[in-house]
């Protein structure tokens, strides 16, 4: 089983591949790109544009992996004051669940107690659980892997 991984960054949203074989877990994409960095030409406040952006590269993603069977989207702890890089990042998640609802792929959505960690240890957890990136690697991709960790177990 192979799940994607996302995590909803306002600037720079990360994804993990995480893939299981036989009680192995491997970070397929731990060498290659894990960051969808928007292109500069799109204003802070072109919100509808970076939406368009995040879905179709998602799409891109899920082109270059076709056996992609399932999203786990690592979202927010929401609070009373939520932020606009807080909204932003839900714009993003939003983009994956409709370019995930085109293509007929499950997708869940999970916050910290869902998925047996918590912001201080998901580093450690998806280092133990299934490996880190070769670069860009912070709290932000270490949630991505641990949630594509999640749905590729349960």
Excluded at 17 to 22: A, S
Excluded at 60 to 78: C, G, S
Excluded at 118 to 139: F, L, P, Q
């Amino acid at each position: 089983m192979k799940v994607l991984g996302f995590r909803g960054d306002p600037k720079a949203p990360r994804y993990a591949i995480v893939y299981e074989d036989n009680g192995v877990f491997t970070l397929e994409n731990a060498s290659n790109d894990t960051k969808l960095t928007v292109p500069a030409s799109i204003s802070d406040e072109a919100d509808a544009e970076r939406i368009d952006w995040v879905y179709r590269e998602i799409l891109r993603i899920f082109d270059e992996h076709p056996d992609i069977t399932k999203v786990m989207i690592k979202a927010n702890e929401y609070t009373q004051n939520d932020s606009k890089p807080k909204r932003r990042s839900a714009h993003n998640e939003a983009a994956v669940m409709l370019a995930c609802a085109h293509r007929g792929i499950p997708v869940e959505v999970k916050i910290y107690a869902s998925m047996a960690t918590k912001s201080a240890d998901t580093k450690r957890h998806a280092e133990s659980r299934v490996g880190k990136t070769d670069k860009y690697w912070d709290n932000k991709m270490a949630d991505a892997v641990n949630a594509a960790w999640w749905g590729v177990r349960h």
